[in-house]
Each structure stands twice: as C-alpha cells, then as structure tokens.
C-alpha cells in the first residue's frame, strides 16, 4: 500500500515567509522548529515530518533566504533560519532576474540571496572579459557562477 501524504497547507513565498491557509506565520521559533523538521524529496517537493507525522509544503522559489554575508577569510552567510554558515563558493548560480543562490545544509537545499545580501556579495564578483562568465576569487581559486536550470 503506497502512503498518501496530505498538504500541509503551510506555504513559504519567495522572500521565506511562511503562511499557514493564508495567514502569516509570525512566530519565529515555530517557524525555526519548522525548518529543523524539513527535508527534500527526489522530486523536488518539500516534506515536514514532526514524528510519525508528515505533510507537504508549497516552496515558492526557496525555503532558506540568505539574509546577510560576511566576509574575513572566506564567506559567512546568515541564513533566515536563524543559522550561520561557510558558504561553499563552487555552489554558486545564478537564475532568473540575475538572482543568486547556494547551497545550504550539507549541500541539500538551494538559498536565495535576499536583495541587502546580494548586494553585499556582490563586490566580490568579478567577470572574466574573455569567457564573459562571472566569478568569484576565494584563496586563489576562481569559483564561477553557474547559470540555473529554473
């Protein structure tokens, strides 16, 4: 017998508001408890399981925003989980609108790059003239940015 999962009738926008039947999600720590409790199907679906208990969500664009970066030796994005972590340069693209993403948690969702962040990163890209491709340079290494399949 095949397991019928419901909707959760949780939807997160594009920007990393959650909305529960519509209604903003204002409680910042249901909402991290949320995060903690989410994984990605081989489908691309988004499945919360709290225990025996699963559902799936609605993901606009992403479900994790990157809210801030900072730079000293390599790069710190500040996730709108309310996490920190290094960014991993090779994990870089770019999609529709010239809007930026990565990878986040060990590499298993895709984060937006909130607009202040972009900005932020965007004083270390750089673009090879003669490939006409974007990069970025981190300890000698040039990490280009891949173009997204959206």
């Not at 903690?36 to 489908?43: F, G, I, R, V």
């Not at 970025?136 to 280009?144: A, E, I, K, P, T």
Request: net charge negative; proline share 5%.
């Amino acid at each position: 017998m095949i397991e019928e999962i419901p909707p959760c009738d949780i939807r997160i926008d594009k920007e990393g508001n959650w909305y529960y039947k519509g209604a903003p999600m204002i409680r910042k720590d249901i909402c991290t408890f949320f995060y903690q409790h989410l994984s990605k199907e081989p489908d691309g679906g988004y499945l919360l399981q709290i225990g025996e208990d699963k559902c799936y969500l609605e993901v606009e664009d992403t479900p994790f925003i990157v809210k801030r970066v900072d730079f000293h030796t390599d790069f710190k994005i500040f996730i709108n989980d309310e996490t920190i972590e290094t960014l991993q340069p090779d994990t870089l693209s770019i999609g529709v609108d010239s809007v930026l993403y990565c990878k986040v948690k060990d590499r298993q969702f895709d984060a937006r790059f909130s607009r202040p962040s972009y900005y932020q990163f965007a004083e270390y890209i750089s673009c090879d003239e003669d490939e006409e491709r974007f990069f970025v340079h981190l300890n000698g290494v040039r990490y280009y940015l891949k173009q997204r399949d959206d």
